[in-house]
């Protein structure tokens, strides 16, 4: 087999399985009802926020805590503007808000490292939350605000479309020069800054992108609920899970996040619905589990029984 057939084959077949896969997903709504929809909306929702999460914690090795933050800014841009602009407009809207927002955060903060950023992240949604908050009940004299909701097809069909794009960011970026230099920035910050690399630059600029997606998707999933208030906008839940779904799935392949996803999504609505009492409790246990086990993630463990069984075919033959 010369190279050319083994390179042609080696794109062309994902490339068939992915047009596959989104034909399918395009057309769930029209042979599924109502709640299967709404789940894979949710399911959407939780990769896009998980892969953006990744596209800058994932090579850097920064634990970010912000998620929350970006997603609930996007919420309420759909809040605030989505009884006076077109659907389309707000979410963009939504999606440039969080950029911003992590642009000015990334700017102040990305020289920090460790510990200190992700506790500063994680008090960046607090802090958010109770800014609005005071805001609406010393200022504007009320809690919390009405949404308009759109149907569930409407929100599924959106939230397609920006986890398309969420992936092909992703993708592009791990395929480029600004990739490679997130990875060194990970590997070694000094040397890489060393080598001519802006390290600040490339930090802040990736941080913000990853932030686009996330306002995107809370500016969508704000019209599945008729009211939202600071708590529920800025739910830190938000900002731990892409965390435990990235490190379950494993960050070595762009595909590990979303398994970790689409597996943590389905347990959460299940364990909520019959154990609402235990679910936290099964989540950290897991995350427990897998960093104690599965380092790689579920993918890494694959990755390496897959290894080991063509290993074995190959000295048996």
């Not at 083994?6 to 395009?26: E, H």
């Not at 395929?175 to 930090?203: D, P, Y």
Request: net charge neutral; proline share 4%.
């Amino acid at each position: 087999m010369d190279i050319n057939t083994f390179t042609s084959k080696r794109f062309l077949v994902p490339g068939l399985i992915t047009l596959i896969l989104l034909i399918l997903l395009a057309t769930f709504p029209l042979y599924l009802p109502g709640y299967p929809v709404i789940l894979l909306s949710s399911i959407l929702m939780y990769i896009v926020i998980t892969v953006s999460w990744v596209i800058f914690s994932g090579p850097t090795g920064y634990m970010s805590l912000a998620s929350a933050a970006f997603f609930g800014v996007g919420i309420y841009t759909a809040a605030i503007l989505g009884e006076a602009l077109p659907l389309p407009i707000v979410i963009g809207i939504g999606g440039l808000a969080s950029f911003c927002v992590a642009l000015l955060v990334g700017a102040l903060t990305l020289r920090l490292r460790g510990i200190y950023f992700a506790i500063f992240t994680f008090g960046l949604v607090e802090l958010i939350k109770h800014v609005l908050l005071f805001w609406e009940l010393h200022v504007t004299g009320t809690r919390g605000r009405f949404v308009i909701v759109v149907d569930y097809t409407t929100v599924y069909y959106v939230m397609l479309v920006i986890f398309v794009m969420t992936m092909l960011t992703a993708y592009f970026i791990r395929r480029s020069k600004f990739g490679s230099a997130l990875q060194s920035i990970g590997e070694n910050e000094e040397a890489a800054a060393h080598t001519g690399i802006n390290v600040t630059l490339v930090k802040v600029i990736t941080f913000a992108i990853s932030a686009v997606f996330m306002g995107a998707a809370g500016a969508i999933m704000a019209t599945r609920w008729t009211y939202i208030d600071p708590y529920i906008a800025f739910n830190l839940l938000i900002s731990f899970m892409p965390v435990l779904m990235a490190i379950f799935g494993g960050m070595g392949q762009l595909y590990g996040p979303v398994i970790g996803a689409i597996i943590f999504t389905y347990l959460k609505e299940e364990l909520i619905t019959r154990i609402p009492e235990l679910y936290m409790i099964i989540f950290g246990v897991v995350l427990v589990a897998v960093i104690l086990f599965l380092p790689n993630g579920l993918v890494g463990l694959i990755q390496k029984l897959w290894k080991r069984v063509t290993g074995e075919q190959h000295e048996n033959t």
